[in-house]
Every structure is written in C-alpha cells, then in structure tokens.
C-alpha cells in the first residue's frame, strides 16, 4: 500500500479552501501552514495569465527528512504516509533542510516540527483528508497508488503526470496534472518582496531582482531559513577543538617528545573548552533544547546528526584521558596521541556528510570537498590557537623544531587553496550555481572576499612573507576571524536558494 496525492492544477481555481480546511483540521497556528497555494504571474499587461500551484509534503518513497531525522520524530508508515511524532522532535530543523520541497515547519505553539501528514487519522477512519474533502473543484486525489483500482492509480497510469524535483531522488508521492512548469523550478522565478496579499518578510539574498521576461512569484508563503549563526559558530568552535589536538599530537610527533607539559596539559583544556562550547552552541539550536538527550535515548543511527554526536562524545573522552596521562604521568602515551588525532580529525569532517545529508541544499552536496576543506580548517584554526598561546605563554619547540607558526601559514596556504579549488569547480545544478553566485558575486560577495578571503587568508600569508613586528600573533588572529565569517557565509550561501 503507498498512499499518494494527484493534484490536478487544471481544476484548480486557487481559492485556499484546501489550505484553511487543513488549517482547521490540524489547528496549524497563524503563519505557518502544512499546504499552501502558490500563485505566479506570466507575461505582460495586458497578455497575463496567473498559474496555482498547491505545495505540500510529498510523502517521498525515499524521504530524506527521515534519514536526516535524529530521533526517528519522522517516520514512514506501510501505507507510505510520511508521519511524524512531536513527542520526539528535538527541534534541530534538520529535516527542513533535507526536505527539498520546504514542506516542513516549526509549530510555534510546541517549537517541533511539523507537516502535511495525510490526515493520518482520517485515513484511519476510512475518511479521505480534509484538503481533499473540501475542494470545491475536486482537483485533489487522495488514494493507494499500489491499488489499480484508485482514483490516484488511474489519473497517474492515464495522464501526463509530474513531480518535483524528480533529480533529487525522493521518490515523491504527489503528482501534478497541468501544473505550470515554471512552478516547480523556483529558482526560475523573479521574486518581490510584495505579493499580492502580503509582504515576504524573509526574503532571502537573492541575484534575481524583478525582471517582466521572467515568470513572477506573486504569492508564496514565508520559508525562513533554519540555520543561523549559531550553526556557523559550532563549526568555528569545532575547528579551534580538533586542531588544538591535531596540531599538538603533530607537533609533539615531530619533536619525538609526548611529555611537554603545554601540550600534554593545556592543549586537552583548550579543547575541552572549544568542544563544550560547541555542544552548548548545538543544544541552543535546537527549538527543544530541553529534549537534547533523545540524541542517545532515540537514537537513528542513519543520521549524521546522532553519528556526529557520538563522535564528538568520543573526542571529548579522549581529551580527558589525554589529560589525565599530562597531569599525572607527565606523559601521552602514542596509542592515546594516535586515537585523539583520528577522532579529533572525525570531529573536524563529520559536518561535511551532515551537510550533504540535508538534500535540500545542492550547494553543500561536495561532501567529500567540504571534509578535505574542513580537515583544512581545522589545521588553521589549531595552529592560530597555539600561536596566541605561545605568545601568550612565550613557550618554544625545542630548538630547531617546527613551531605552531609553520604549521599556520603552512595551513593558510593550503586553505587558500582549497578555496580556490571549491570555486573553480562548477556545480551542477542550477540550485548549487546560483548559491555559489550569491556567495561569489551577490549580497554576500562582499563579506565573503573582505573578510572571509582578503583578511582570513591572503592579509594573514602575507604578513608571514613580509615578517613586520607580531606577524605570527596578528595572523593567527585574522585566520581566526577569517574562518569565523567564511562559516557564517557558506551556512547562509547554501540556504540562500529557494526550495518552492
Ligand atoms: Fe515530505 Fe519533504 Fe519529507 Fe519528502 S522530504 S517526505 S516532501 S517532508
């Protein structure tokens, strides 16, 4: 059994009955909605024509809101619905950026997730969902699409038919007769920050401004995006625990002594500090922060979210033996060196696949890039750490060893580099194309070369070349501030494209 919608958008006369019934059956608060009616505009007065189309939860066969969902608050049912569970929901909105349809929401009434789920209970009853009981014009089907039988079977066996997205591999259960096509690539369309009936508050960096040729958006509602600054921090955060240990298992490696007390000692209290701050960023994130715990007591190992926090507790673990071998053998043992780096080296990268499971978004999909850049960022981060400490401390390597110093230009070069690279290669998708002109040349072009590039790489590199008075110390500041703004953008970039 797969239950399934066919929206027929040629009966569709955009009157919202299917958007007010669900509102009234679900009780959905002021502002957010389960399915909406968008409207866009063609042509030139006076040779215009207005299209609807009916957005919703498309209860993928492979939904990528339940892989990413920590703890299982998403599900699928055998009869195909994609339910949910808000006794679950953590609030972490990582389903919201896996979703490539923007058919999630954050209920504000609860802080959890929510969406389109069929009239579960209706269909339980055998009653068929609100939506499709309403409409005036019968342009929603609801039904098994397994039962030839079904009016859904026989509208998708018997006419054109099409989905969203088809590339992204979701598999999606609701089909569309007639739909304008224009609809169901958003990114096609000229956005206004006025509509017909309301105003887009969040209307996102964008290098489309209104332009007659395009199709226009003339009434959508608001999608805000999900993740913000703190999401940008916890990388940074993250970047500055793992390289404080990688650096510092590297460097007492390549003096060949694992009893230097700065390291064997205060370099497992940087990182436990960072490492804290980082999770304290990851639980404020969540809308539910009271709830961080099902992490571990409802676990869905599928999520890069739960694999992610495990090895972060994992790395936190053997920071605290490492630190224990300092202050009371005065020592670090090479198997104790050797799983700190591996798991600091996890800590640093996992973001990578958390991001590329969040399906949504085509710009953060280079996984196997984003991991190396990180792996990168975190060199800079660790090396910068240890050269304000050193500056701070007036520590040296013993004479002729290699000083946090080299491994921080070393690091600044290699970024630069990666940077480089990550542009050069073209993306895709459309999706990931205009992200990366948003970055690269739109709003937030400017922030990005000041200060992610020009202040974070190249001004810190030279200031290595030219060696003037505190060139380390004021380098390894601007690395630091540098990486802060360059994970603040990509977070934003990546989100910056619409999903519907
Ligand atoms: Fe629905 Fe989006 Fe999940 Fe697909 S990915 S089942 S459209 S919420």
Redesign the pocket.
Known sequence: MRYGFVIDQNRCIGCHACTVACKEEHQVPLGVFRTWVKYVEKGEYPNTSRHFGVM?????DA????TICPTKA?YRRSDGI?DFDNQRCIGCKS?MQ????D??YIDPNNNTAA??NFCAHRVEANLEPACVIVCPTQAILAGDLDDPASKVARAVATQKVCVRKPEKG?E?K?FYVGIEDDLLHPTRLSRQSGYVFAEQRDHRPSEKSFDPALTREVYDVAHPAPWGWKIAAYLWTKSIAAGVMIVAAMLMALAGNSSMRIFSIVSPMIALVALGITMALLVLDLKRPDRFYYLLTKPNFRSWLVIGAYILMGFGAMCVVWLLYGLFKDFVPGVVLVLTTVLAAASACYSAFLFAQA?GRDFWQGKWSFCWHLLVQALVAGAATWVICQAVTNFRMPFGGIQPAHVLVLSLFLSLITLLMEIAIPRGTEDGKRAKKVLLQGELSRRFWLSAVALGLILPITLFLLDPPLAPSIAAVLALYGLLWFEYLWVKAGQSVPLS
């Open positions: 919703r939860c498309n209860h993928c939904a990528p809101c339940v998403l994609i389903c896996a979703c490539p349809y058919a999630l969406k389109c979701t999606p609701l399906k």
